[in-house]
């Protein structure tokens, strides 16, 4: 082996009138560093023997177009979401209608009174943006907003009920995704868990024997992620009311995903709503602002002024608060909530639950024939009926009548497994990556939330399967 390296040199690779184009692109900095890391590699393989031949100069700027085109690609990307669930935690949850983008497009790039008050001409609140909404909507007297629900119980603990005890049905402590706890919430608040009652059977009875002077609010957290069936028994939300309001205690409801709406109307399982809770006597009442209500992630506290008050001046609550563009969405979409005869049509979320069966179907009959037409001879391509979920610990039982592509081998027998999971890889290997599920020998392609048709079909050409 010669020991003069077939490489060209940094200052010629830059000098060619293609990486002219890349460096006018890319800028000249990031093009110098691409270009010696490119021969430094190539130099590094070549004298351990592993590459054979020698890098050109075209080839070198062929590499470092290649290496600095990838690393413009971003992290956080669109995702065709086909698997079926519609609030789907890793893939964002709720999308945001046109009138949230528009209000978000606006303070990112306008000055905005987030926290200035033009009546007065000094310093204001940044929750007044959404709050009178949220009393008109709810009928609170008063209302917060935090970075999430977590945080949203998390603080109406730790300033309501801090170095106290909080009494709660032991059928109600949940964990949620990412491994949140409600007795560990409690602890890092600075409360005291007492559980109460059984797993499946709970009383007003058992409420009652723990109530003490050490008591600081009695707390109720809807199972929204898991349903018990059989021999159950829950106390009414107006008996827990009752039974607090006797002590001179808060009575504090956890509603976990939350709506504000009777989804009833539009065929949908029924969700509890903070209205019913306020309405059933609860001081304080929290939920989620990116799952049933359709908007952004936020975490929401509606209930009596005092309580409200409090919250607010728990230092904790600047370090929860929203920023400009979670509040600019939230109030558009609760500005939507004020017309609810439309609201099925201009909220996506609520539009995809209600989307039927036939109309999903239809959409599938339109972009088949190109899947069938690229995957032929491999897999076998046909429409399916299959069950969409809500998503996010909503109504977790429940399903929704959906329709679908399902993708099989067109071979069976050994290395179905294997073909289908090189198949979903193919899939997310895409422009804008499909996100389907495997189930019973099939990869499934839910097309409830697919609403760029267009889109989809234009990319089919680029799936790579062998």
Known sequence: MSNQSPFPSVDRVLNLPAMQVVIARFGRARSVETVRAVLDEARAAWRVGSAGGSLCEEEAVVRCAELLEASEQPSLRPVFNLTGTV???????????????????????????????????????????????????????????????????????????????????????????????IPDIMARAGCRLIEVGTTNRTHLRDFAAAISTKTGLLLK??????????????????????????????FVIDLGSGTLVDLSRWGLPAEPTPQQALAAGADLVSFSGDKLLGGPQAGILVGRR??????????????????????????????????????AQRLPTLRLLTRTAEDIG??????????????????????????????????????????????????KGRGEGTALEKLAVAFRALPIPVIGRIEEGALVLDLRCLEDEAGFVAQVTHLAVS
């Open 87 to 181: 609030l789907h935690t890793n893939l964002g949850r709720a999308l945001f209608p046109a009138e949230a983008v528009q209000a978000v497009m606006d303070v990112l790039t306008k000055p905005s009174n987030l926290e200035f008050d033009l009546d007065s001409g000094r310093r204001g609140d940044r929750d007044v943006h959404v709050e009178e909404l949220l009393r008109q909507l709810t009928g609170a007297e008063a209302a917060t907003v935090v970075n999430n629900n977590a945080a949203a119980v998390f603080l109406a603990l730790n300033a309501l009920a801090g170095r106290k005890e909080v009494i709660v049905s032991r059928g109600e402590l949940i964990e949620i995704g990412g491994s949140f706890r």
């Open 221 to 250: 957290v809807h199972t929204s992620n898991y349903a018990i069936v059989g021999f159950t028994a829950a106390v009414p939300e107006q008996e827990l009311a009752r039974l607090a309001h006797e002590h001179g205690l808060p």
């Open 306 to 343: 005092d309580l409200i008050d409090r919250i607010k001046k728990n230092p904790l609550k600047r370090a929860l608060r929203l920023d400009k563009m979670t509040l600019a969405a939230l109030e558009a979409i609760l500005r939507l909530y004020r017309d609810p005869d439309r609201l």
């Open 362 to 411: 239809l959409a599938v009959g339109r972009v088949l024939p190109p899947l069938q037409e690229k995957l032929a001879g491999s897999y076998s391509v046909s429409l399916c009926a299959c069950s969409s979920q809500i998503g996010s610990g909503s109504l977790p039982v429940e399903r929704l009548a959906s329709r679908g592509i399902a993708i099989r081998p067109a071979r």
